[in-house]
Antibody
């Protein structure tokens, strides 16, 4: 079965960086686009960007450009999200999420990681 | 850039009621619209995609309609387990990308 298992919760100081990993299994890693989405406490879902695991192509939401990097290690079917210059309002649960159809970007998300809480506090 | 809005932001209804949630895009997005249900402490669950296609395993009391700029999610007979926040999601690449609506919190009266 399809699984996306994320790394553990993190606590960071303002100005620091965080890397969240997303280990996938149960499908061919390179065949499905991955998105990253975050959710601040009590707030809605905010999209950060997508990555094509086959080509390494990425596209980031405007508000995160310059601060976010999405990468992958195909040999271990794992995707990574790095966010730099952390601020207290970056405190959120970060999710990796897989598109539901192979080789299609314009298709809805149907599998989600369990979420990683990143807390930014001095 | 396209903006997504939802109404109402919250609503309270009785078990058995028909519930309708609206999502509006500021520009046309054809039918690249999905609906998600998120219960507290859980990940979002896909209910509807392509504006009106029911995801496998989702109860038939959920339905979606619309195209272009105006979309609706309808629950034909509200059940206690439907208490959740519902999000619409634009999943085409038109700027600003694959954004979500602000959400509608549904409670039981």
């Amino acid at each position: 079965q399809v699984q996306l298992v994320q790394s553990g919760d993190e606590v960071k100081r303002p100005g620091a960086s965080v890397t969240v990993s997303c280990k996938t299994s149960g499908y061919t890693f390179t065949d499905y686009y991955l998105h990253w989405v975050r959710q601040a406490p009590g707030q809605g879902l905010e999209w950060l960007g997508w990555m094509n695991p086959k080509t390494r192509a990425t596209h980031y939401a405007h508000q995160f450009q310059g601060r976010v990097t999405m990468t992958k290690n195909t040999s271990i079917s794992t995707a990574y999200l790095e966010l730099t210059g952390l601020k207290p309002d970056d405190t959120a649960v970060f999710y990796c999420a897989r598109v539901g159809a192979a080789l299609l970007l314009e298709w809805p998300i149907d599998y989600w990681g369990q979420g990683t809480l990143v807390t930014v506090s001095s | 850039d396209i903006q997504m809005t939802q109404s109402p932001s919250s609503l309270s209804a009785s078990v058995g009621d028909r519930v309708t949630i609206t999502c509006r895009a500021s520009q046309g997005i054809r039918n690249y619209l999905a609906w998600y249900q998120q219960k507290p402490g859980k990940v979002p669950k896909l209910l509807i995609y392509s504006a009106s296609t029911l995801q496998s395993g989702v109860p038939s009391r959920f339905s979606g309609s619309g195209s272009g700029t105006d979309f609706t999610l309808t629950i034909s007979s509200l059940q206690p387990e439907d208490v959740a926040t519902y999000y619409c999601h634009k999943y085409n690449g038109a700027p600003p990308g694959y954004i979500f609506g602000p959400g509608t919190k549904l409670e039981i009266k």
